[in-house]
């Protein structure tokens, strides 16, 4: 595979035209990434299969994962779900447009390719102006999974994707930083309570003030191919720059006072060592490459930080990243974690004294 990747530009003086462009690619049954509030995703048509294929071909990721698809109004939810419950109503109304994916039994017209054979099919409308126009230029629902290669770091800009794909897909809009850092909150509402299937943008306590029996069903561990899993997704690796990842849990002062111990014994052995951290850590260690999470108690402040430290800790030559896991586990804090977790190939938990 080796194409040539454009990439686009836009801002207020040629958004239609470069919107218009985008989207005839996607019409012709090609690859365009383009930017959520959440990550940058990628784009085929998600009722043409040949176009769907090439989003699995572009990423290297597993044909039993499904893809999310992309609306650009609520109405057209009913074009992909047999039935909407009330339940699922209420989400849509909450949350839509945002950061909130459906999980709803398909109708036929979805291709097995896009939903991994399953009899579901996961749906979201973002919250992004180019994303918007571009599902609506292009006329067709737009399956896109984050633009990364698979089991990388999310993307958060333009920047991140061309890395990751460039010679692999047709065209990349760039529409800068992205407004929320992390994915979406995926609820399967299936059957007769809602399932939480993966953290994301929207907080567990939001779901469950309009939904509130919503239980979890995912877990933050690496999971083993053997276990069942409702959603296919959740038994890969993810999320893993190439360098090893440490993550230290528990309470604030404890996990600064760890991370000092950690980087001070690196240094002493010559380890080059890469941070990222809160800035209560931050203000007590000193190292070669630091990445700031931001305020422990700002998680959002932490999702927009999280997949662009990793990735440019991932460019620093370290030999280690250390991250902070003290970040505040309210709101969009449940997804950070996840993510840390599912990212970090050690965890040290520090339990209270
Ligand atoms: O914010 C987001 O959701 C971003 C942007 C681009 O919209 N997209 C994204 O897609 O994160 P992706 O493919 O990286 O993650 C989709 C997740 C996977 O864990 C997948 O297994 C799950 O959603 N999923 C998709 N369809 C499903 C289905 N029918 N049943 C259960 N899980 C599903
Ligand atoms: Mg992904």
Not at 32 to 40: G, H, K, M, R
Not at 48 to 71: M, Q, S, T, W, Y
Not at 142 to 170: C, E, K, M
């Amino acid at each position: 595979m080796n194409i040539t990747t454009e990439v686009f530009k836009v801002d207020s003086s040629n958004f239609d035209e470069t919107i218009k462009r985008a989207a005839l690619i996607l019409k012709k049954g090609g690859l365009v990434a383009f930017p959520t509030e959440t990550v940058y995703g990628l784009g085929a048509d998600a009722l043409n299969p040949e176009a769907v294929r090439k989003i699995f071909e572009a990423k290297g990721r597993p044909a039993d994962n499904p893809l999310i698809v992309h609306i650009a109004a609520k109405e057209h939810l009913h074009d992909l779900a047999m039935d909407v419950p009330a339940h699922a109503a209420g989400l849509v109304d909450a949350f839509w447009p945002g950061p909130l994916t459906l999980v709803l039994k398909r109708k036929n017209i979805v291709p097995d390719i896009t939903t991994g054979g399953l009899d579901t099919v996961a749906v979201r409308m973002p919250d992004n102006q180019i994303a918007l126009e571009l599902i609506r230029q292009a006329g067709t629902p737009i399956a896109a999974p984050s633009a990364n290669v698979s089991g990388r770091p999310s993307p958060t800009d333009a920047g991140h994707v061309i890395a990751d794909l460039a010679g692999r897909i047709d065209a990349v809009i760039d529409g800068g930083s992205v407004r929320i850092g992390v994915e979406s909150t995926v609820v399967d509402v299936t059957g007769d309570i809602p399932v939480i299937l993966r953290p994301g943008g929207i907080g567990i306590e939001d779901i469950r003030k309009c939904a509130g029996d919503a239980i979890i069903g995912y877990t933050d561990r690496a999971v083993g191919e053997e276990e069942a899993v409702r959603s296919p997704g959740m038994k890969y690796t993810h999320y893993s720059p190439q360098t090893e990842v440490v993550l230290v849990e528990g309470s604030g002062a404890e996990v600064s006072d760890r991370i000092s111990e950690l980087v001070a014994a690196a240094h002493e052995k010559g380890t080059r060592v890469g941070l990222l951290v809160t800035d209560e850590t931050a203000s007590h260690v000193s190292t070669d490459e630091m990445y700031s999470l931001g305020e422990r108690d700002r998680p959002e402040q932490a999702a927009r930080s999280l997949f662009t430290g990793l990735r440019w800790l991932d460019g620093r030559g370290v030999d280690v990243i250390i991250v902070d896991g003290s970040v505040n586990h309210e709101g969009v804090g449940a997804a950070v974690l996840n993510r840390l977790r599912k990212a970090a190939g050690r965890i040290i938990e520090i339990s209270p004294k």
